[in-house]
């Protein structure tokens, strides 16, 4: 088969990755097809010797520019003899949904959040989201959080759903150098280093990490915060650290591209996200043995992180206070916390391990073809 992937994703997108990679070894032809200038992922497709391709759209009134998306990839796909296209993210999947009904190429959109969009976005933007899952006749939903969240609130139907963790091949992560990890200590010495990664927006609670940290450092534990991402709150937790007189202690990273090196330098991963569908960044601390703590019945964290055990799991409502007083008990002791570590590490690339995922889409693949 003739298999295209299409995104607007502009950067690395190691699900996106670890599927091609994967039905390329099964005998199918791997396209990349994306609605943003040439980037690291068209790189990889290319050295890996499959077809990348990129458009990056005009600004146009709305209508017109989804016309001209939807007619440029019926296009393609005509061109390229396309059997299925798997698509991932918003704009790309409405284009996709649209051109369904004028080509013999199936689509399947993947639905990679829960309900953050619903609650972030602008009413024009919770319409075309209804608009695209509606309409959708294929769905992959990357966790049971994800699907309940569209049958549930969207009245999605069911039928349609079907659920593939986010899957990685974890061959394709390099490990960081003892170097990099010792500078990264160097450069921000404290007793406990704790990190946060993610958009530096509401829902993902960085501000309640850095109410945290205070409380720490109040109990008198010489700590210290990393926040890696960028987001419209980002002057506001930049205020909120300067105001608690944590200035020194909240570090601002800003975009990178080695999170790794954070990670694998860093004490603890604190994720207090109120919505997630699969967060990949839990899983990438797992890859450095990095212990996470986690709020319960966020995203798909239940499934696999099991308190005590590989992780810590705290309360939505409380999750504060339940971190903070963890962590006054626990923090120095180390071999409870490498044990986590090494447990979480087992347990995701076992489960999230894309091995597991292929047959999965193998039997989709199949359903949808006829």
Same mark, same amino acid.
């Given at each position: 088969?003739?298999?295209?992937?299409?995104?607007?994703?502009?950067?690395?997108?190691?699900?996106?990755?670890?599927?091609?990679?994967?039905?390329?070894?099964?005998?199918?032809?791997?396209?990349?097809?994306?609605?943003?200038?040439?980037?690291?992922?068209?790189?990889f497709f290319q050295a890996?010797?499959?077809?990348?391709?990129?458009?990056?759209?005009?600004?146009?009134?709305?209508?017109?520019?989804?016309?001209?998306?939807?007619?440029?990839?019926?296009?393609?796909?005509?061109?390229?003899?396309?059997?299925?296209?798997?698509?991932?993210?918003?704009?790309?999947?409405?284009?996709?949904?649209?051109?369904?009904y004028f080509m013999r190429?199936?689509?399947?959109?993947?639905?990679?959040?829960?309900?953050?969009?619903?609650?972030?976005?602008?009413?024009?933007?919770?319409?075309?989201?209804?608009?695209?899952?509606?309409?959708?006749?294929?769905?992959?939903?990357?966790?049971?959080?994800?699907?309940?969240?569209?049958?549930?609130?969207?009245?999605?139907?069911?039928?349609?759903?079907?659920?593939?963790?986010?899957?990685?091949? #974890?061959?394709? &992560?390099?490990?960081?150098?003892?170097?990099? !990890?010792?500078?990264? *200590?160097?450069?921000?010495? %404290? /007793?406990?280093?704790?990190?946060?990664?993610?958009?530096?927006?509401?829902?993902?609670?960085?501000?309640?990490?850095?109410?945290?940290?205070?409380?720490?450092?109040?109990?008198?534990?010489?700590?210290?915060?990393?926040?890696?991402?960028?987001?419209?709150?980002?002057?506001?937790?930049?205020?909120?650290?300067?105001?608690?007189?944590?200035?020194?202690?909240?570090?601002?990273?800003?975009?990178?591209?080695?999170?790794?090196?954070?990670?694998?330098?860093?004490?603890?991963?604190?994720?207090?996200?109120?919505?997630?569908?699969?967060?990949?960044?839990?899983?990438?601390?797992?890859?450095?043995?990095?212990?996470?703590?986690?709020?319960?019945?966020?995203?798909? #964290?239940?499934? &696999?992180?099991?308190?005590?055990?590989?992780? !810590?799991?705290?309360? *939505?409502?409380?999750?504060? %206070? /339940?971190?903070?007083?963890?962590?006054?008990?626990?923090?120095?002791?180390?071999?409870?916390?490498?044990?986590?570590?090494?447990?979480?590490?087992?347990?995701?690339?076992?489960?999230?391990?894309?091995?597991?995922?292929?047959?999965?889409?193998?039997?989709?693949?199949?359903?949808?073809?006829?």
């Amino acid at each position: 088969m003739n298999i295209l992937f299409y995104t607007v994703a502009n950067k690395r997108s190691r699900d996106i990755e670890s599927q091609a990679l994967a039905f390329a070894s099964e005998g199918n032809r791997i396209f990349l097809l994306t609605q943003s200038p040439h980037s690291i992922l068209h790189d990889f497709f290319q050295a890996n010797g499959f077809t990348a391709q990129s458009r990056t759209p005009t600004p146009r009134w709305f209508p017109i520019h989804v016309m001209t998306e939807v007619w440029a990839l019926i296009r393609y796909c005509r061109q390229n003899n396309i059997d299925i296209i798997h698509s991932h993210l918003d704009p790309c999947n409405l284009i996709a949904v649209l051109a369904q009904y004028f080509m013999r190429a199936k689509v399947v959109v993947t639905r990679h959040h829960a309900d953050a969009l619903v609650f972030e976005a602008s009413p024009k933007a919770q319409r075309t989201s209804r608009l695209i899952y509606q309409g959708a006749r294929h769905i992959v939903a990357v966790s049971e959080n994800a699907k309940d969240y569209m049958v549930n609130v969207e009245k999605i139907n069911p039928e349609k759903i079907q659920v593939i963790p986010l899957s990685f091949n #974890f061959q394709l &992560y390099t490990l960081p150098e003892p170097e990099s !990890v010792f500078r990264i *200590r160097h450069d921000y010495p %404290a /007793q406990l280093l704790l990190i946060c990664v993610g958009r530096l927006s509401p829902l993902k609670r960085m501000d309640q990490v850095i109410d945290l940290t205070h409380q720490l450092f109040r109990q008198g534990i010489d700590v210290k915060l990393l926040l890696l991402g960028q987001g419209p709150e980002e002057e506001k937790l930049k205020h909120q650290a300067n105001a608690l007189g944590m200035k020194d202690r909240i570090v601002f990273i800003g975009f990178t591209h080695n999170v790794l090196d954070y990670l694998a330098a860093s004490d603890i991963y604190v994720h207090l996200s109120v919505t997630e569908a699969s967060c990949t960044t839990v899983k990438e601390a797992a890859l450095t043995r990095t212990p996470v703590i986690v709020c319960r019945g966020v995203g798909d #964290f239940n499934s &696999y992180v099991h308190h005590g055990e590989n992780g !810590v799991l705290v309360s *939505r409502e409380e999750s504060v %206070a /339940q971190a903070a007083e963890y962590l006054l008990q626990h923090w120095q002791d180390k071999p409870h916390w490498k044990n986590m570590g090494e447990n979480l590490f087992t347990t995701v690339t076992q489960h999230f391990n894309i091995s597991h995922a292929l047959p999965l889409y193998d039997q989709l693949h199949l359903k949808i073809k006829g």
